[in-house]
């Protein structure tokens, strides 16, 4: 789960922010629970690094994560942002068909073989523009579309209107 973000539009940690008195972060870690076999949280003390740094977007987030994957034996890694509270079952499942794959409509929302661990931060180091979705294309991620629109929380209104 991807949560290093600054949270800027939103004003404070958004992670720990509470929908329903929970904090967004567990909200979306018990939602991915059911998917994975662990649960890892990027980008926030006591997680996972981003790598190579912090402060370059999901891109670092999602580098972080493969390499995590990498080192420790899973094939692949889900990445879920820790402001996406509710997805609907149907697109997780169908991003962990196959992988790499990303949703269109939100590309941190992926599914991403550990493999490209090294490739990823090649690209980072290289690319001045970190667009999750343009590294998707470059690897000929397979992009698929939500089947509804995705509540995804940068604001406090955001929030407030789930």
């Given at each position: 789960?991807?949560?290093?973000?600054?949270?800027?539009?939103?004003?404070?940690?958004?992670?720990?922010?509470?929908?329903?008195?929970?904090?967004?972060?567990?909200?979306?870690?018990?939602?991915?629970?059911?998917?994975?076999?662990?649960?890892?949280?990027?980008?926030?003390?006591?997680?996972?690094?981003?790598?190579?740094?912090?402060?370059?977007?999901?891109?670092?987030?999602?580098?972080?994560?493969?390499?995590?994957?990498?080192?420790?034996?899973?094939?692949?890694?889900?990445?879920?942002?820790?402001?996406?509270?509710?997805?609907?079952?149907?697109?997780?499942?169908?991003?962990?068909?196959?992988?790499?794959s990303?949703?269109?409509?939100?590309p941190?929302?992926?599914?991403?073989?550990?493999?490209?661990?090294?490739?990823?931060?090649?690209?980072?180091?290289?690319c001045?523009?970190?667009s999750?979705?343009?590294?998707?294309?470059?690897?000929?991620?397979?992009?698929?579309?939500?089947?509804?629109?995705?509540?995804?929380?940068?604001?406090?209104d955001?929030?407030?209107?789930?």
């Amino acid at each position: 789960m991807l949560a290093g973000g600054r949270s800027s539009r939103f004003g404070s940690d958004k992670a720990a922010a509470l929908l329903n008195g929970r904090a967004l972060l567990a909200h979306v870690r018990g939602m991915v629970s059911t998917y994975v076999d662990e649960v890892v949280v990027v980008g926030r003390a006591g997680g996972i690094a981003d790598l190579p740094a912090p402060g370059l977007g999901p891109l670092g987030g999602i580098a972080g994560a493969l390499d995590h994957a990498a080192r420790t034996g899973y094939a692949s890694v889900l990445t879920v942002g820790c402001d996406m509270p509710r997805l609907p079952d149907d697109l997780l499942a169908a991003l962990l068909r196959r992988p790499p794959s990303y949703c269109n409509d939100a590309p941190v929302l992926g599914h991403w073989p550990a493999s490209l661990s090294s490739q990823l931060l090649a690209h980072i180091a290289a690319c001045d523009r970190r667009s999750v979705q343009g590294w998707a294309r470059q690897i000929g991620a397979l992009p698929i579309a939500a089947p509804e629109p995705l509540a995804n929380v940068n604001t406090p209104d955001d929030l407030m209107a789930l």
